[in-house]
């Protein structure tokens, strides 16, 4: 059992400390919705091992062909991500910054490309007339980080690429509210991943034993 758990926790605990990191030493994170989302699959990988793979094992074809089935199955687990994330839309998300201290550099990065922008506070809504096009703001659970969405389809990812790169520069000089909240992060993936290695020091017979069991079935 002590595998297991090490097996569902450790990549979790490495995804908050890494996360924790950037948050807490820089102002604000910006990415794309397909990294965000590869990064939540890598952190989840360990869960879905020991949850679904489990439970979905195929304990014939591990009889037949032993350990080599998990690598089949995780190549498996990356194509079901990796269609999830090309059937999602187009986004930017944003950690350390709301949707309110987003709207200006937003809307600054957005001139880069279109010197026609307007904002419209209300709704978060950002058009672009000389592209046609309306970008829109959308704040997520707890309010310290939020997407951008496009309400068109189709855009090209040159257009993408490129407001990522000037949101970057416009959010830097941009002073982040959520640091501490990052340093929480941090401290709570690294308590977890020290929890492993102290497992994996004391406790290396039980270890080594479930990692044997859980690969021979």
């Known amino acids: 059992m002590t595998f297991q758990i090490l097996l569902g926790i450790f990549p979790l605990g490495a995804y908050l400390t890494i996360l924790g990191w950037l948050r807490w030493t820089r102002p604000a994170l910006v990415t794309t919705g397909g990294r965000d989302t590869f990064a939540l699959a890598l952190a989840a990988i360990g869960l879905a091992a020991i949850g679904p793979g489990d439970l979905f094992f195929p304990a014939a074809a591990g009889a037949a062909f032993g350990p080599i089935v998990w690598p089949v199955m995780m190549?498996?687990?990356?194509?079901?991500?990796?269609?999830?994330?090309?059937?999602?839309?187009?986004?930017?998300?944003?950690?350390?910054?709301?949707?309110?201290?987003?709207?200006?550099?937003?809307?600054?990065?957005?001139?880069?490309?279109?010197?026609?922008?307007?904002?419209?506070?209300?709704?978060?809504?950002?058009?672009?007339?000389?592209?046609?096009?309306?970008?829109?703001?959308?704040?997520?659970?707890?309010?310290?980080?939020?997407?951008?969405?496009?309400?068109?389809?189709?855009?090209?990812?040159?257009?993408?690429?490129?407001?990522?790169?000037?949101?970057?520069?416009?959010?830097?000089?941009?002073?982040?509210?959520g640091n501490r909240q990052g340093l929480l992060w941090m401290v709570s993936g690294a308590s977890v991943l020290l929890w492993c290695a102290g497992q994996l020091v004391f406790r290396t017979v039980d270890v080594t034993r479930g990692l044997h069991d859980w690969l021979w079935r």
């Open 75 to 177: 190549l498996l687990y990356f194509l079901i991500v990796a269609l999830w994330v090309l059937h999602q839309r187009p986004r930017l998300v944003i950690y350390g910054l709301g949707d309110k201290g987003l709207s200006e550099p937003l809307l600054r990065a957005c001139r880069q490309i279109d010197p026609q922008c307007k904002l419209d506070p209300n709704s978060g809504t950002i058009t672009m007339p000389g592209s046609h096009l309306h970008l829109r703001l959308v704040r997520n659970p707890g309010g310290e980080s939020a997407e951008i969405e496009a309400f068109e389809n189709g855009l090209a990812p040159q257009f993408w690429r490129g407001l990522l790169t000037s949101l970057r520069k416009e959010v830097g000089a941009e002073k982040g509210d």
